[in-house]
């Protein structure tokens, strides 16, 4: 296949996560190994950059920055959740690629994303325009297809599980078999944040909390759960409940939202599952109970990130740009575990179009038959998820995290208002 020569542009879409910049870091990195790619660009804030011609010079970037990037969290480029709809939207995308010579295309996101990449380069392939477009997955709740597992996921776990162990002596001292404690996680659809949290139970101590675990995959019902929580509080002194913020019902209605709107791409503003089983707890058994929500904390820790998942992230911006050069296009990067009892990963790839706007569930046989605990081949797929600590620096006792210096690249076509 013919070499082709231009420029890269990184984007970065969606909620980001606490190790989603060493995927950056990653295509950087390997991006300065090819020759064929000229400049290495970043867009400001996804495809938004994208259309208002907001691009910065990652090339420009000192060494120190791109290597603090594998330790900084929230989306160091920016982040949004536009979506494309209109076909002036896509003939800008194009125009603006056509402009700047963009010729490789990593966009770093979920299932919505890996849409948004997917209809670009179909507009691209339409109007001749030669581009290679490489997903990458990004995702604390897990829930891409393709993929064994998504960045970002390790790292959320390996957080919250730290959080439910002290969370859970606080609560064992204030405990008399009167206490309930609930956590409510992210994870909307999928329940693989809420499962995470039972790798905090200590081997061989069945007891440890979290107690009952309430997932979306297992329709809640609310005497059920009463029953649940008095069957624990007749053992222990207090009761810990995790339980994600997409729980729905029998009939497949959310327990709660957060309000009526949805995101531009249609999905429900959750949250407010915990206030709700605190409510039933208290009206219903007149037992105290306490709600944690650790909302976009979870997404944000990188003090308590899974060095797994980091080199890993870095490894996924790296094969991305590999694959691209390569000749492959339409293609999202995926983590592909090995077969031995020792823990590897390496990647592949799948299309895109299989990854777009598709959720993988939680197989049924992982969950335990009352459907609020986890199973032994939940804990050996998650397990070596969260091993391992990211060193970051630390300045007057607090992290030191890096901020890119972002060198704006030349603006040549007219303002687009979006």
């Given at each position: 296949m013919a070499e082709l020569v231009g420029n890269c542009?990184?984007?970065?879409?969606?909620?980001?996560?606490?190790?989603?910049?060493?995927?950056?870091?990653?295509?950087?990195?390997?991006a300065l190994n090819h020759s064929c790619i000229e400049e290495v660009y970043g867009a400001l804030n996804g495809v938004m950059g994208i259309l208002q011609e907001d691009l910065v010079d990652l090339a420009a970037e000192s060494q120190q920055a791109i290597r603090g990037l594998r330790f900084t969290p929230g989306a160091a480029l920016g982040t949004c959740r536009y979506k494309?709809?209109?076909?002036?939207?896509?003939?800008?995308?194009?125009?603006v690629f056509k402009t700047h010579n963009?010729?490789?295309?990593?966009?770093?996101?979920?299932?919505?994303?890996?849409?948004?990449?997917?209809?670009?380069?179909?507009?691209?392939?339409?109007?001749?325009?030669?581009?290679?477009?490489?997903g990458i997955p990004k995702s604390i709740d897990n829930d891409l297809p393709g993929t064994d597992h998504c960045?970002?996921?390790?790292?959320?776990?390996?957080?919250?599980?730290?959080?439910?162990?002290?969370?859970?002596?606080?609560?064992?001292?204030?405990?008399?078999?009167?206490l309930v404690s609930i956590v409510e996680v992210m994870g909307r659809n999928s329940g693989w944040i809420a499962a995470g949290s039972s790798l905090s139970k200590r081997r061989d101590h069945p007891h440890d909390p979290p107690h009952l675990i309430y997932l979306p995959e297992m329709p809640f019902a609310s005497d059920k759960f009463l029953d649940d929580v008095r069957r624990i509080l007749?053992?222990?002194?207090?009761?810990?409940?995790?339980?994600g913020e997409g729980l729905v019902d029998k009939d497949g209605n959310y327990v709660a939202v957060e309000t009526s709107s949805t995101d531009a791409f249609g999905h429900s503003q959750l949250g407010g599952v915990g206030e709700y089983l605190k409510d039933l707890v208290e009206s219903q058994l007149g037992i105290k109970a306490r709600v944690a929500r650790l909302g976009v904390a979870q997404r944000a820790a990188a003090h308590c990130a899974s060095k797994t998942d980091a080199d890993e992230a870095f490894l996924a911006g790296q094969a991305a740009v590999k694959a691209a050069v390569n000749g492959e296009t339409d293609?999202?990067?995926?983590?592909?575990?090995?077969?031995?009892?020792?823990?590897?990963?390496?990647?592949?790839?799948?299309?895109?179009?299989?990854?777009?706007?598709n959720a993988k569930k939680i197989p049924r046989?992982?969950?335990?038959?009352?459907?609020?605990?986890?199973?032994?081949?939940?804990?050996?797929?998650?397990?070596?998820?969260?091993?391992?600590?990211?060193?970051?620096?630390?300045?007057?006792?607090?992290?030191?995290?890096?901020?890119?210096?972002?060198?704006?690249?030349?603006?040549?076509?007219?303002?687009?208002?979006?």
């Amino acid at each position: 296949m013919a070499e082709l020569v231009g420029n890269c542009l990184i984007g970065q879409s969606g909620g980001a996560t606490s190790v989603v910049n060493a995927s950056v870091a990653g295509v950087v990195a390997e991006a300065l190994n090819h020759s064929c790619i000229e400049e290495v660009y970043g867009a400001l804030n996804g495809v938004m950059g994208i259309l208002q011609e907001d691009l910065v010079d990652l090339a420009a970037e000192s060494q120190q920055a791109i290597r603090g990037l594998r330790f900084t969290p929230g989306a160091a480029l920016g982040t949004c959740r536009y979506k494309l709809k209109k076909q002036q939207d896509f003939d800008r995308v194009l125009e603006v690629f056509k402009t700047h010579n963009i010729r490789y295309f990593f966009y770093i996101g979920g299932s919505d994303s890996q849409d948004t990449a997917a209809k670009i380069s179909a507009l691209a392939k339409e109007q001749a325009y030669d581009l290679r477009v490489i997903g990458i997955p990004k995702s604390i709740d897990n829930d891409l297809p393709g993929t064994d597992h998504c960045p970002g996921y390790g790292s959320t776990v390996k957080y919250i599980c730290t959080t439910v162990r002290e969370l859970a002596l606080d609560a064992e001292a204030m405990g008399k078999g009167d206490l309930v404690s609930i956590v409510e996680v992210m994870g909307r659809n999928s329940g693989w944040i809420a499962a995470g949290s039972s790798l905090s139970k200590r081997r061989d101590h069945p007891h440890d909390p979290p107690h009952l675990i309430y997932l979306p995959e297992m329709p809640f019902a609310s005497d059920k759960f009463l029953d649940d929580v008095r069957r624990i509080l007749k053992k222990e002194k207090y009761c810990f409940v995790v339980v994600g913020e997409g729980l729905v019902d029998k009939d497949g209605n959310y327990v709660a939202v957060e309000t009526s709107s949805t995101d531009a791409f249609g999905h429900s503003q959750l949250g407010g599952v915990g206030e709700y089983l605190k409510d039933l707890v208290e009206s219903q058994l007149g037992i105290k109970a306490r709600v944690a929500r650790l909302g976009v904390a979870q997404r944000a820790a990188a003090h308590c990130a899974s060095k797994t998942d980091a080199d890993e992230a870095f490894l996924a911006g790296q094969a991305a740009v590999k694959a691209a050069v390569n000749g492959e296009t339409d293609k999202m990067v995926t983590l592909v575990r090995g077969d031995s009892d020792h823990y590897t990963c390496e990647t592949g790839l799948t299309a895109l179009t299989e990854v777009a706007n598709n959720a993988k569930k939680i197989p049924r046989e992982w969950i335990s038959e009352d459907g609020v605990a986890m199973n032994f081949q939940f804990a050996r797929y998650a397990q070596p998820l969260i091993q391992g600590e990211v060193t970051v620096p630390f300045e007057n006792g607090l992290p030191s995290f890096i901020r890119l210096h972002k060198e704006p690249v030349d603006r040549t076509l007219g303002l687009y208002e979006v």
